[in-house]
């Protein structure tokens, strides 16, 4: 149940909706209810809640451990008295992967904080840098910037913690625009495949307990644990890196959807979403409901500063999107607190308005410096808000079919719930490409392949070099709004089937929607997941992650449930 907002109280939740707390335990309780728990270890009491607040927990018992050794010794204390232990980075998610709705405070449950302590960063050598997983995407790229170093693509929100990045295979939006050579050190996929090594907890048969080891990329164990999706813990990760680019970044709001996303061969003539990832390499269109210009950001390798484009030293540079402005923030209380779902054509004409104005108003339309500074745009403060995600597998060539397919699907099922008065997407479609995962990129002798990134190439479909990652954003609690992403995921594993295109889902966002819920649909957990990753890949993901966690103590639930 979603609590009503008012303005303030949204503006409020948008603010801090993420932010753990931790209060410190009271010794005599702690000592009572975590018999034996290590000393030394800071110990509390901690709410949780995910990005929307949609999963959330009180009262759950967290530690902060100072370093890998403490957080050995506390997993081996959750062994013994039969508890699970919970990485807790940003909570910047959706998914259940970390915590279960409904979790109990009195469950036995430990949230791990990594962001306080496992905050080690350092280079290991000109070309690769030592990291602990709780330190966050900003802080990592700016201490690369220090040292002329950076990455192709990264997500655009800079708190998410490396570790949370890396258990979901996170990416960003690049492909190697019409003529460009990839940079060595740098990848098109995923962050999990610039990993030359990780250092993980894991379950040691010699001594009868858990300890660290430290896993080289051409290990086969690596390939399991470089997308763990929450399955293990791993404590540091040693990554490739390259020379860093400047990015200048053009957004525009004066393209029609129906030119961006037209049919190949449909009349869209030099300003398909295609063309520009041909000139470019690099773009993202966010789409917002019952509007027909999307905003589309288009990311260009510029040595120098183009005439007219304004030098941008800091990232987050759209101020407009960083917080709720008070057009959107007074629809969205009105929406939410009186249930008037109806109103979700004023929201997104509200939405498009303040990025059409606040670009130019903020002198963010056209914007250059070094790559941290355009590819971070996302502030924790930006409005809450929950999303779908899928990355559709495919050739370089369908990707304009791939999107005029589904944005075509799109628009009729919208406006089909309108004709009926039902307004299940009330936030925006966003639409990114990356390239996929080729263990080559990270230059180590025998590297693997993440095993369970969405980004793993297909080894039937060797053709295929492309994935067109796609998000339906809406608000929490919006009526029918499980039913559409229903309706959606069945359309895109239908026409996404394996034979110009397939689909797999993104992990840390919604998907195996039945009519009422997400992660529900027992035929898309238990066969076509899976089946999307092949039975082989599959199983050896689980079988790896069951071997160095035969306890599970690294789960829960879903997790039991969807790695069975």
Request: glycine share 10%; aromatic share 10%; charged share 20%.
């Amino acid at each position: 149940m979603i609590d009503k907002f008012t303005r303030r109280g949204f503006l409020r939740a948008a603010a801090l909706g993420a932010v753990p707390t931790f209060l410190p335990a009271d010794p005599a309780v702690a000592a009572q209810e975590l018999p034996d728990f290590p000393p030394g270890v800071a110990l509390g009491r901690s709410a949780y809640r995910n990005w929307v607040a949609e999963i959330t927990a009180d009262g759950l018992w967290a530690c902060a451990p100072a370093g890998p050794e403490q957080v050995v010794e506390v997993v081996n204390w959750a062994w013994r008295h039969g508890w699970r232990v919970r990485a807790r980075g940003s909570s910047h998610g959706w998914s259940p992967l970390t915590i279960t709705r409904g979790t109990p405070p009195d469950a036995p449950v430990l949230l791990v904080d990594t962001a306080t302590h496992l905050t080690g960063l350092a280079l290991q050598s000109p070309t690769s840098v030592r990291v602990g997983t709780g330190v966050t995407l900003e802080a990592l790229l700016t201490h690369l910037e220090g040292h002329g170093l950076g990455v192709t693509a990264a997500p655009a929100p800079g708190n998410l913690t490396l570790g949370g990045a890396l258990a979901i295979d996170a990416h960003g939006t690049a492909v190697p625009a019409r003529g460009e050579q990839r940079l060595p050190g740098h990848t098109y996929g995923s962050l999990s495949n610039l990993v030359l090594s990780l250092t993980a907890v894991v379950w040691d048969e010699e001594t009868g307990a858990y300890g660290l080891r430290t896993y080289a990329r051409d290990e086969a164990d690596c390939a399991a644990l470089l997308t763990h999706l929450g399955r293990s813990f791993v404590t540091e990760v040693v990554l490739r890196v390259g020379a860093n680019s400047d990015l200048r970044c053009v957004s525009r709001t004066d393209i029609p959807a129906g030119e961006l996303f037209a049919a190949p061969g449909g009349g869209g003539g030099g300003r398909t979403f295609a063309s520009f990832l041909d000139r470019a390499g690099r773009v993202e269109a966010i789409w917002f409901a019952f509007t027909e210009h999307p905003w589309l950001k288009v990311w260009s390798v510029s040595p120098t500063r183009p005439p007219g484009s304004r030098r941008v030293r800091t990232p987050y540079n759209y101020p407009f999107s960083d917080s709720v402005p008070g057009p959107v923030a007074d629809l969205v209380g009105h929406i939410m607190a009186d249930g008037a779902w109806y109103l979700a054509p004023l929201l997104g004409a509200a939405q498009y308005d303040v990025a059409a104005l606040g670009l130019v108003a903020t002198g963010s339309a056209d914007i250059w410096g070094p790559s941290k500074n355009t590819l971070l745009y996302l502030r924790p403060t930006t409005l809450r808000i929950a999303t779908n995600g899928y990355a559709v597998l495919t050739g370089r060539d369908q990707v304009q079919r791939v999107v005029a397919e589904f944005t075509a699907f799109y628009r009729e099922r919208l406006t089909a719930y309108a004709d009926r008065g039902r307004f299940p997407v009330n936030g925006s479609v966003e639409i990114r490409v990356t390239g996929l995962d080729d263990p080559g990129d990270v230059g180590a002798a025998g590297a693997r392949t993440p095993l369970l990134s969405a980004l793993r190439p297909p080894e039937d479909r060797p053709e295929w070099d492309t994935a067109v990652w796609l998000n339906i954003l809406t608000l929490p609690g919006t009526p029918y709004a499980e039913e559409f992403c229903s309706q959606l995921e069945r359309f895109l594993l239908r026409t996404f089937d394996g034979e110009h295109a397939m689909t797999r889902v993104e992990w840390s966002k919604g998907w195996a929607y039945t009519r009422d819920a997400a992660w529900s649909d027992g035929e898309v957990l238990g066969h076509v997941v899976p089946g999307s990753f092949g039975e082989e890949a599959w199983g050896q993901a689980t079988e790896v992650l069951d071997r160095l966690d035969p306890h599970r103590v690294f789960g829960n639930a879903f997790l039991d449930r969807l790695l069975r």
